[in-house]
């Protein structure tokens, strides 16, 4: 079973994740129109149905091998990178060259700490 996920038009952010077909099977449409038989068709076919309004479709994947990780509600589709990255979690933090969220500090190694965005820095729990 593959998953989709479906993107904002105008804001590239992620508003459903959907399971659909898997890409390599063909199916008839409802008007006996073929579908399917690829990624690229089946993300046409789910973004031009009537119920989704001003979306588009890409394809997503639970063990995080395609598009870097799976995608979720939320989340920003990178066009260019063909990426998905996750809601930022702190207004401090930045995206790395991996398309991943750093804290402006490294967090240490030892014990458990957490993030503190008022002092911008790491607390011990």
């Not at 659909?20 to 046409?44: H, K, P, R, Y």
């Not at 702190?90 to 008022?118: A, G, M």
Request: charged share 25%; net charge negative; glycine share 4%.
């Amino acid at each position: 079973m593959a998953h989709y996920a479906l993107i904002n038009t105008d804001t590239n952010i992620v508003e459903q994740v959907i399971a659909g077909v898997d890409e390599n099977i063909i199916q008839s449409d409802l008007d006996g129109t073929q579908v399917g038989g690829s990624s690229e068709a089946w993300e046409e076919f789910y973004a031009s149905r009537p119920w989704f309004e001003n979306v588009y479709c890409k394809r997503t994947s639970y063990n995080n091998n395609i598009r870097k990780q799976y995608a979720g509600i939320g989340y920003k589709y990178d066009a260019d990178a063909d990426v998905f990255i996750t809601p930022q979690p702190y207004s401090s933090w930045s995206l790395d060259e991996n398309f991943d969220w750093q804290p402006p500090t490294p967090r240490p190694e030892d014990d458990v700490w957490y993030w503190d965005e008022p002092s911008l820095s790491w607390v011990e729990a």
